[in-house]
C-alpha cells in the first residue's frame, strides 16, 4: 500500500484530487498535525561543517607539526584565491569555533626573540575533528559524483 492510499485510508480528510498533475486550488492546506512531517531532532547542530571549517582543518592536515595560525591563514588564502577573500581574524575565530567543538586543540610555543617576545600559538586537528573532514569531503564527492552523472559538473 503506498503512502497516499495508507493516509486517505486513515483519514477523514480526501487527499487533494490532481488534474493534469496539478493539484486543485479548492483542497484545504496541510497544516494540522498528522500532516507536518520535519525532522529537526535527527540532527544536533554543528554536525556538519562550513565550507571555510573544512578549509581550516584541511590547512591544519596538510601544514601538520607547521600549523601555527599565519601559516593556516597563508595556506587557506592561497586555496581560497580568487574565490573569496580570507582575513587572519576570521581563521582565528573559525579555528576558535573547532576549538570548541573539539575538533582542534591548541598550545602557545616559548616565547622568541625574532617576534618581540611574542609566541606562536599552535594547532592541531583531533581524531574527532578529522573524522568530521573526512565526512564533510565524502559528502561533498558524493555530490560532485551525482552533478557529474547528469553532466552539471565538468
Not at 78 to 98: F, M, N, P, Q
Amino acid at each position: 500500500m503506498t503512502r497516499c492510499e495508507l493516509a486517505r485510508e486513515n483519514s477523514d480528510q480526501s487527499l487533494p484530487e490532481r488534474v493534469g498533475g496539478v493539484v486543485k486550488e479548492s483542497m484545504a492546506p496541510l497544516d494540522n498535525e498528522e500532516h507536518l512531517y520535519h525532522t529537526v531532532n535527527l540532527m544536533a547542530k554543528g554536525d556538519n561543517l562550513g565550507e571555510f571549517e573544512v578549509l581550516i582543518l584541511s590547512a591544519l592536515l596538510k601544514l601538520g607539526e607547521d600549523s601555527y595560525g599565519m601559516r593556516v591563514h597563508e595556506q587557506v588564502e592561497e586555496w581560497a584565491k580568487g574565490i573569496r577573500t580570507v582575513s587572519l581574524g576570521s581563521c582565528y575565530t573559525t579555528l576558535d569555533r573547532l576549538e570548541q567543538k573539539g575538533y582542534v586543540k591548541s598550545w602557545f610555543s616559548d616565547p622568541t626573540p625574532e617576534r618581540g617576545g611574542r609566541s606562536k600559538r599552535y594547532f592541531e586537528i583531533t581524531g574527532t575533528g578529522e573524522i568530521a573532514l573526512k565526512r564533510s569531503l565524502k559528502m561533498a564527492g558524493n555530490v560532485l559524483a551525482g552533478l557529474k552523472e547528469i553532466g552539471g559538473v565538468a
